[in-house]
């Protein structure tokens, strides 16, 4: 059983990964091209993508009989297309459950440093600019007992609610495709809606939780930018095409976004130089699940997946 991991992986990881099949690690640590992926899909038995990667639409057929299981070290697959992988006979899982907490606190604290300028203040006084205390220098947004809006209520949309109900007293409303049971929104103080718009119109922060892919590409648009309050602050660690980023920029230009929390985006790691331009952003580089603890258990996670289907039983985080 040969296995490819595409990225390298936390040092422990690796090491149970390799009692456990034949494993290539790949080096360097960048993104794999085009004809890598065309020669893996002929060359191993598994592979063990991640987020990160952009796996070429004519690899599914050329991994037609070869390849077994795409064990993506991720929650989201959005990377993956599942209906080809399927066609293709090839199993695919992910790693959930592992990194809500951490996606969660990384949301938290999006919010809090844009609604506070943290990042303005910290680039003033690094550059020597800052003369001091006074009345009116750079004056943010209360967050205790302010409208929190989540888009998508599953783990770490609760778990956003969570912190920012029980840590902040902030009222939530949320949005998500099926209905949430109101004893599990009562749990968080939380009040489901009927639609983004409708949870854009009455949030003063909204953040973004739901899975990225076709169904939700650009789903925070020009429509739900104007639904949003004038000065509300838009928070993204889901997925860069989640967000219109034209329609993104055209709020911000016209000020009535008031700011926004991001660590993902369109295209990345290509960042459109508009973002550099506005000093209300706080911008991440895709840090939502970056903790120690919480890399480890994604890799021990998709090693499970991978062991269950070895032993031939339905691994416990399949998808297709
Ligand atoms: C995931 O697993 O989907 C996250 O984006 C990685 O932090």
């Not at 967050?143 to 929190?148: F, H, K």
């Amino acid at each position: 059983m040969r296995a490819l991991v595409t990225r390298a992986w936390p040092k422990g990881t690796q090491d149970r990964l390799a009692q456990v099949c034949e494993a290539t690690f790949r080096d360097p640590d960048t993104a794999m091209t085009e004809t890598e992926w065309m020669e893996a899909a002929t060359r191993y038995d598994v592979i063990l993508p991640t987020v990160s990667d952009s796996i070429p639409a004519g690899f599914y057929d050329a991994a037609k009989g070869k390849v077994r299981l795409l064990a993506n070290y991720g929650v989201g697959y959005n990377h993956i297309d599942v209906a080809a992988a399927e066609a293709a006979g090839i199993t695919v899982t992910n790693t959930p459950g592992v990194l809500t907490d951490c996606t969660a606190d990384l949301a938290m604290g999006l919010l809090l440093a844009a609604a506070r300028r943290l990042g303005e203040g910290e680039r003033e006084l690094r550059a020597g600019r800052w003369d001091g205390w006074r009345p009116t220098h750079l004056i943010g947004h209360k967050v205790a007992g302010a409208t929190l809006g989540i888009i998508g209520f599953g783990r770490i949309g609760q778990a956003m609610a969570q912190r920012a109900h029980h840590g902040f007293g902030m009222k939530v409303v949320f949005q998500n495709r099926s209905r949430v049971a109101p004893e599990l929104a009562a749990q968080y103080g939380a009040t489901q809606l009927a639609s983004v718009a409708e949870v854009a119109e009455v949030s003063d922060f909204l953040s973004l939780h739901c899975p990225g892919g076709a169904d939700t590409r650009h789903l925070i648009s020009t429509d739900i930018f104007a639904a949003m309050k004038p000065g509300a602050i838009l928070i993204n660690t889901a997925r860069g095409d989640v967000v219109d980023e034209d329609a993104l920029f055209a709020a911000l230009n016209t000020g009535h976004l008031g700011g926004a929390g991001l660590d993902v985006y369109q295209g990345e790691p290509k960042l459109d130089p508009r973002f550099l331009k506005h000093e209300n952003l706080v911008l991440a580089p895709h840090l939502g699940s970056a903790t120690g603890g919480t890399r480890a258990a994604m890799g021990h996670r998709a090693i499970d997946n991978l062991e269950a289907f070895l032993k031939g039983d339905t691994p416990p985080d399949k998808i297709v």
